[in-house]
């Protein structure tokens, strides 16, 4: 049974309750930076770094945290983690930190995160909450480094800047412009309910099979 | 003066917040389905936007030049914090304007186009001035995308679309079509 639930609150946000595709949340960063698959990992690793990290900070000191100031808690404990990425970022792969630029820092105001704190860190053991913000934080990484290739792919011809088509590829450049960013997502979201129907009516069917024989 | 109305046009057209930039998209995309409530988040947003910049002008001027890797949390509370007790201001003398937009501003005091808005003006270097115009730019424009998102939603409530595509998937299609035609005022001015 608990490993059961651990194994749970692990899963259920690399699919099931994925952030971004069932939750529509942490839009922002999400959008921003995808141009590029290499982008999309960077801010997702960051993103993974900073949720795990205050998961685990918030879970541990739930019971010292007084309730009526808990959200501005939470946002300074987010904050301390993100500007340690930030720097760490900036002194490893400053190419790279020069690209995400002002979107690093605005980590902080992803909804993903504050909302895990809310939801689930401030009310779980520190075990369940680490595994949980681990799950989401993969599902975060998923999602974005599926966006990044698509927009990478159909825009640029590449991936993670290997060359994938002949000299003949007429790169659709506004895979890689904003625009392209919505409408990716968009599509993506779309699959995802179309999937979902499906998965429901096939369950409906069974059910009522398993009616008709009983 | 120039340099003023370049950074006004900038902000609310060529470098529109939402559409180019994709900040605040979670109010952007949750309250965009009434005309006028999104007219109203957007005026507490530009209003909030205009505090922001006056904080961040402070804290750049005379707080963070001694301790500069605190920007984060600073902007963080310090806005947050001018916001409420704004709020609470207001609630005292003015509740016709309270009931107008006092129900956002909580709701947008964290959000990313605020916090989006004090980085992009420190990273650029902004005075106070520029600051305040950028601010205007940036919540006219922000205002401007959900509002033109809130009447195109409006309009297709009444029309016939398939079920699978409703809701977000096709508010998004939507918000990249209109990020499509705000990229035709890039060419609005020739330097870059």
């Known amino acids: ?214 | 003066m120039d340099n003023l109305l370049w950074i006004f046009i900038s902000a609310l057209l060529v470098n529109n917040f939402v559409l180019a930039y994709f900040l605040g998209l979670c109010p952007f995309l949750g309250v965009s389905n009434s005309l006028e409530t999104s007219a109203r988040l957007g005026l507490a947003t530009t209003f909030v936007m205009l505090v922001t910049a006056v904080c961040a002008w402070l804290l750049n001027t005379y707080v963070l030049v001694y301790a500069p890797y605190l920007r984060l949390i600073c902007f963080i509370v310090v806005i947050a914090s001018t916001v409420q007790f704004i709020e609470m201001l207001i609630k005292k003398l003015s509740p016709a304007l309270f009931r107008a937009m006092g129900i956002f501003l909580p709701l947008i005091t964290t959000n990313c186009a605020i916090l989006g808005l004090a980085i992009f003006a420190t990273n650029r270097g902004y005075g106070f001035w520029e600051g305040i115009v950028y601010a205007l730019g940036a919540g006219i424009g922000f205002t401007l995308a959900l509002v033109l998102l809130a009447g195109l939603r409006e309009e297709s409530e009444l029309s016939d679309i398939p079920k699978l595509i409703q809701g977000t998937a096709m508010n998004l299609i939507i918000a990249g079509i209109l990020s499509m035609a705000f990229m035709g005022f890039a060419g609005l001015f020739s330097h870059t």
């Open chain 1, 1 to 214: 049974m608990k490993q059961n639930q651990s194994r749970e609150e692990l899963v259920k946000g690399i699919w099931r309750d994925n952030p971004v595709f069932a939750q529509v949340l942490g839009m922002c960063p999400m959008l921003a930076v995808t141009n590029s698959a290499i982008n999309a990992v960077a801010m997702g690793m960051a993103t993974f770094f900073v949720l795990v990290g205050s998961s685990f900070l918030v879970s541990t000191f739930r019971h010292l945290i007084p309730k009526q100031v808990r959200i501005s808690c939470f946002i300074i404990i987010i904050a301390t983690f993100v500007t340690i990425a930030d720097y760490t970022l900036l002194a490893v792969v400053p190419a790279l930190h020069k690209e995400l630029g002002a979107f690093i820092p605005l980590i902080v105001a992803n909804c993903l995160i504050l909302g895990r704190q809310e939801a689930f860190a401030s009310r779980h053991p520190t075990k369940l909450a680490v595994l949980d913000a681990v799950g989401m934080a993969s599902g975060f990484l998923l999602a974005l480094l599926s966006l990044g290739a698509v927009r990478e792919i159909l825009g640029d011809g590449a991936l993670f800047g290997i060359r994938l088509f002949g000299e003949n590829f007429e790169p659709w450049v506004i895979m890689i412009l904003p625009p392209g960013g919505f409408l990716t997502l968009g599509v993506i979201l779309l699959f995802f309910n179309w999937f979902k129907t499906k998965k429901d009516e096939f369950l409906e069917d069974v059910a009522a099979a398993q009616r008709s024989e009983g």
